[in-house]
Each structure stands twice: as C-alpha cells, then as structure tokens.
C-alpha cells in the first residue's frame, strides 16, 4: 500500500463544474502539497497546507489532520485546468523536506 | 515567485555518452536540491537529495556512479548521468528549497538515449 493515495487517477469533467480531487496518507507529516503537473512536465506548486484550509482563485486545499486527508476543489472548473494533479506530504522524521508522492490524478476538463 | 531553471529542457543522445543536466535558482539561494526522474505515467522518483558543499544523498537503488550529482554553489546543481543506456531515457525534474518545506520545482529535462 502507498503511503499517498489520491482518488480518482482519471477524472473527466464538462467547463464549469465543480471538482474534488482526494488525497490520504499513511505516515506523520510536517506539511502536505499539492502540485500541478502539465502535459509539458513542468510542475507547480499549488500549496503547502499543515492544517485547515486554503484558497487560492478558484482553487481550495483543505486538510483533516486527525483523519489523515486532504482534498483540493477546483470552482468554475476550465479546460485550462486540464493537468495531472499530485498529492505529496513532508513526512516527520524525514531528512531535508523530502517529499512522498502521490501517484497523481490527470483531470481533463472539456468546453 | 521563485524561479528554478533546469538546461537542456531536451536532449538526445548515443548510447555511452554521457549527458550533464544543470539546475539554477535565478531569484534565491537553495540550500538544498532536489532530483526526481519520472516515466511516462508515473510518479516522481526521488534519485537524490543535494546540499550546497556536501556529498549528495542518494536513495536506495540509485547509483551514485552512474547518476553524478555537485552542488557547487547555492544557485546550481548539476546532474551527470555518466555512460547513459536507453533504459536511462527519462523525464529528469530538479527542486530546490531555500530552507523552508516548500519546493520550487524546474521544468524538467527529457532525456532519449538511442
């Protein structure tokens, strides 16, 4: 089993919805992420979230500590949306703020 | 935002060379940077772990010899991947902190050995 799991892998939506991507993890962490990956490969960094919630435009992290969850909403969603979407956390103990990924999500969003 | 470059965004290669990466943070110092290979599908893989003037960690199952990593200044970090075969063919990503968690990543570099 993955120490990051995110649901779904493939997520199909019409403009203008509203979407949520899940992630939970296994392990203790100091801090989670999510990043945006496009087609080309370059990756974003959305936000980094130890507790509560965020919101960033149309876009929203929350974490549930106790839980061990996060999930990152997408409002209005639009074809620019369109790119794989990674869950990643900074586990306690870990040296140097390495990073455990997810295996992503890879939202298409069509007009 | 902070800014990490990475050079060549693309290269090809012949089977045997070897193939030098370079990764900058323009706008602050990194302490500390990252290298992440990722196959088509996949996930990012961590490969190792780099300080500014110190040996680069590297994680279980990649070789130190094949894969060179320096860090010789707080704004560059270099990857060598030494005699490179097509199995090394790869998206190659750098990340670089300034000493807090979050990691500003580069574009990336895509490797095809033939």
């Known amino acids: 089993k993955n120490e990051v799991e995110q649901s779904p892998q493939n997520l199909t939506a019409q403009e203008g919805e509203f979407i949520t991507i899940n992630c939970s993890y296994s392990?203790?962490?100091?801090?989670l992420h999510w990043l945006q990956q496009h087609p080309g490969g370059g990756i974003v960094s959305l936000f980094m979230l130890s507790s509560g919630k965020k919101k960033h435009g149309r876009l929203i992290a929350t974490i549930n500590i106790q839980e061990k969850h996060s999930s990152l909403h997408i409002t209005a969603s639009h074809p620019r949306d369109s790119a794989v979407y990674i869950c990643a956390v900074s586990s306690y103990g870990g040296a140097t703020n390495k990073l455990i990924f997810g295996t992503g999500t890879l939202l298409a969003v069509q007009p | 935002g902070a800014v990490v470059s990475q050079h060549p965004s693309r290269v090809i290669c012949k089977s045997g060379t070897s193939v030098k990466i370079e990764c900058r943070s323009l706008?602050?110092?990194?302490?500390?940077m990252f290298w992440y290979r990722q196959f088509p599908k996949q996930s990012l893989m961590l490969m190792a772990t780099?300080?500014?003037?110190?040996?680069?960690?590297?994680e279980q199952g990649v070789e130190k010899d094949k894969f060179l990593i320096n860090h010789a200044s707080l704004t560059l970090s270099t990857l060598t991947v030494t005699s490179a075969h097509p199995e090394d063919s790869s998206f190659y990503i750098c990340?670089?902190?300034?000493?807090?968690?979050?990691?500003?990543f580069g574009p990336g570099t895509r490797l095809l050995v033939l």
């Open positions: 780099s300080n500014e003037g110190s040996k680069a960690t590297y």
């Open positions: 392990v203790g962490i100091s801090a």
């Open positions: 706008d602050f110092q990194a302490t500390t």
């Open positions: 990340s670089a902190t300034g000493g807090g968690e979050t990691q500003y």
